[in-house]
């Protein structure tokens, strides 16, 4: 049992699931990705735009949607946010 | 929101590195750690999508829709997960909470058995698995 009464309690205690997910990657490295997220999302965007049956533009869609939250991460960082 | 299947569409997968897909997954998981379960959902589920065999992705998914209860969902997550990486510990012992969850006890008994060779095998330094584990264990002796 750990002696650190006063502490915030483990993650583990918190949710044994979540502390299981494994912990693999950098955020950090995550800003020097910028530009070529952006590229990446104008292509997607356009690929989505083409896109010839629902399966492809899901999966546009749902490119698009990761794409969105990094990159609002990413500006909201650099301006001094989270 | 559709749990997608693991396949691979060529132009995807090659846009990112296998760095950048573990980047973006670390950036999913500190949500999921900060409860900002909205956005760590689109991200996971893009990731689901570009980054097919990435398995600690469909985890993350699977985290998701056991928290809402979505059972069945977080089953195909989990198994999406082994398919990718059939010898992780932390996807099998995913499946055993979410067999136990839904009271199969048959698949749990058999994951749960893989896990603890690995541990004995000493293949498993891992402290929050080994404690995951015998949580797991516990509960499936309860129900024995």
């Known amino acids: 049992m750990s002696g650190n009464i006063g502490g915030p309690p483990e993650p583990f205690s918190l949710s044994p699931l979540l502390a299981l997910l494994p912990d693999v990657g950098e955020i950090g490295r995550l800003e020097s990705l910028v530009s070529s997220l952006y590229a990446r999302q104008e292509k997607v965007g356009a690929l989505k735009a083409e896109a010839t049956d629902k399966e492809a533009e899901r999966r546009c869609a749902a490119e698009l949607a990761m794409l969105r939250q990094i990159l609002e991460w990413v500006t909201q960082k650099s301006e001094g946010g989270e | ?144």
Request: glycine residues 6%.
């Open chain 2, 1 to 144: 929101m559709e749990t997608p299947s693991p396949k691979r569409p060529e132009t995807s997968r090659r846009s990112y590195t296998a760095d950048e897909v573990a980047d973006i997954y670390r950036l999913g998981k500190l949500w999921l750690e900060t409860g900002q379960h909205k956005r760590a959902e689109a991200l996971l589920h893009g990731l689901n999508e570009v980054a097919s065999d990435f398995a600690p992705a469909w985890l993350g998914t699977a985290f998701l829709r056991a928290q809402r209860g979505e059972y069945e969902e977080a089953l195909q997550a989990t198994k999406n997960a082994l398919r990718a990486e059939s010898n992780m510990p932390e996807a099998m012992l995913y499946l055993v909470a979410i067999a136990l969850t839904m009271g199969d006890l048959s698949t749990a008994g058999t994951y749960l058995g893989e896990v603890r060779e690995a541990i004995e095998a000493g293949t498993i330094s891992n402290q929050h698995i080994v404690r995951f584990y015998k949580m797991q264990l516990a509960r499936y002796q309860a129900r024995g």
